[in-house]
């Protein structure tokens, strides 16, 4: 029994350090990793008025802006953007649109995960990207009273 | 009747008729089959064939219709108007068993930047691959090292550290397929996206 105890110490040992250095680098990585992850895509070409945000928090857009998981993309009738989501999925907004990014998941190692678009007015054309490919089943657009299933890459979705 | 009844009349008659929601099917750039499906609570249609649409009526049909690009454009001038740029890719080469580029690929990133720099809202992606000596484990590792020394490299030059992704795609893309634990130059590279 003695002859077990020490070797079983020094192996807990070994793997309580593992542990808190494994904790460390984890916490070292994963406030920029974070950060990162906060952006689902960007805003490309933006045209008149158009805001982002989430209930009564709204920013106006420029290029180069974020948009994050469950954002709603919002145009006047001046208004239009282009997004490019991290996956590589464009999306399109028309004017007086009213678009949610209500899901978006993307592990960019394994090009896994999950997308969900929900068009409560107004038009969108959007192009698919990585999940599309990958994950067809995972991409999903909704209307207030339909689902679109997507296995092509190119099409329009308009809410009247 | 006035007029102004009729016009009236007309405008919700008109709007009794326009459907709830209608999605349109786009050629694919390359030709190859496309579809898809929509499902509400009365049915389900696949759309399949270019400028194919699918339509939820006021009345909870769900009902399919061959248009035409000319009709399609004249619905959707706009929203087509819009730009869906294409990306472009880059491949950089690493000093070998390092994350230092080769002064060729070193001298290409100027010109990676400018373009980038280019695009309304413009960033990139930087890919790091590895070849397949070594544990998936750890080229999964290996590879987001070379991607975030090539990340830092470009925020150096002054672009936007938020525009810049790196991505560490392990062993998964080979350029030059091989067998595990084969060293292959030509697979340790990074890519840059510009989007």
């Known amino acids: 029994m003695a002859g077990f105890a020490v070797p079983l110490r020094i192996a807990m040992k070994k793997t309580v350090l593992l542990f808190s250095s494994a904790a460390c680098a984890l916490a070292l990585f994963s406030s920029p990793l974070l950060a990162q992850e906060a952006r689902s895509g960007t805003f490309k070409t933006v045209q008149g008025g158009v805001s982002v945000g989430q209930g009564e928090a709204r920013r106006p857009v420029q290029s180069g802006g974020a948009v994050a998981e469950a954002d709603q993309v919002q145009t006047d009738a001046t208004g239009s953007a282009v997004l490019l989501l991290r996956d590589g999925t464009t999306i399109a907004v028309g004017p007086n649109t009213k678009v949610d990014l209500t899901r978006f998941q993307f592990d960019s190692t394994t090009q896994q995960g999950n997308l969900a678009v929900r068009v409560l007015q107004g038009s969108i054309r959007m192009v698919t990207g990585l999940l599309g490919k990958t994950q067809p089943d995972n991409v999903k657009v909704t209307t207030p009273a339909s689902t679109v299933s997507v296995r092509g890459t190119d099409f329009i979705v308009e809410v009247l | ?195």
């Open chain 2, 1 to 195: 009747m006035s007029m102004r009844l009729v016009a009236l009349l007309a405008l919700v008659a008109l709007q009794a008729c326009a459907p709830l929601s209608r999605v349109t099917l786009l050629p694919q750039e390359d030709g190859r089959a496309t579809s898809v499906q929509v499902q509400t609570a009365s049915g389900v249609v696949d759309v399949t064939q270019p400028y194919q649409t699918a339509a939820l009526q006021r009345d909870g049909r769900l009902t399919a219709q061959q248009s035409s690009a000319e009709e399609v454009h004249a619905a959707y001038g706009p929203l087509l108007a819009l730009p869906v740029p294409a990306a472009a890719r880059f491949t950089l080469q690493f000093e070998p068993g390092s994350s230092v580029l080769t002064a060729e690929s070193q001298s290409q990133l100027g010109g990676i930047l400018a373009q980038a720099r280019a695009r309304a809202g413009g960033e990139m992606v930087v890919v790091g691959h590895t070849d397949r000596t070594g544990s998936p484990q750890a080229n999964d590792t290996l590879s987001l090292q070379r991607a975030q020394a090539v990340r830092e490299l470009l925020i150096k030059q002054g672009f936007a550290p938020e525009l810049v992704e790196a991505v560490g795609r392990g062993e998964r893309e080979p350029l030059v397929p091989t067998e595990a634990n084969v060293s292959e130059p030509r697979n340790r590279r990074a890519e840059i996206i510009v989007r």
